[in-house]
């Protein structure tokens, strides 16, 4: 009778030691170990989606938080997760980084990192929708870098007391390229 009790606490021993050595063999997808809780290393899809859906309800304060701890977190070597929350938190707050950087960090995940076929849906999703921001961020700086000579221009040729028409000629172009500006902020808005 006295052996049975010591099978047992050998077998709970032997159990426990096989549990605990099992977590160790889930390396993410760099090969080392997930063994510190943290939510952004995390690369799983429902995660990401809730980690999207409570950026897109806090405040833009509390946003540009979240994001300055993903981006001090992206300069140790960052995993797929990382990244993955950076794509999405950039969706939703511009403190999220750069958006070149950012496809590059996408893209430097390897083909096997996203064996989820929702995940990988999820990020070809949001890396075109970062390249349409990223596109729609250059016709705006272009328009205004536009709308800057028009208008240096107008106050020059004002100064100077030039001729009505040309003035009002420039006053012309500089309506058009607002117009053009309204329309593409009215078309970014409906995308």
Known sequence: MHSLPSVRNTSLALSLLLLSGCTELNPDWNGTSNRNNDPYAQS???ELLAFGANM??????????VCRT????????????IHLHL???RLVSDACGEIPKILDGISAIPPGGLTDE??????AIDTEALKHLQNVSKKVGTLEHKQKSVQSVL???????SKKNETRLLREKLEA?????????ESSDAN
């Open 155 to 161: 106050e020059s040729k004002d100064t100077n007391g």
């Open 70 to 81: 993903l981006l001090k977190r992206q300069k140790n070597p960052p995993g797929a997760g």
């Open 118 to 123: 929702r995940m990988q849906r999820l990020v």
């Open 56 to 65: 897109a309800k806090i405040s833009p304060a509390s946003r540009a938080e």
């Open 87 to 89: 794509m999405v938190g």
């Open 44 to 46: 799983n899809f429902d």
């Open 177 to 185: 390229i607002r117009s053009m500006e309204k329309h593409l902020d």
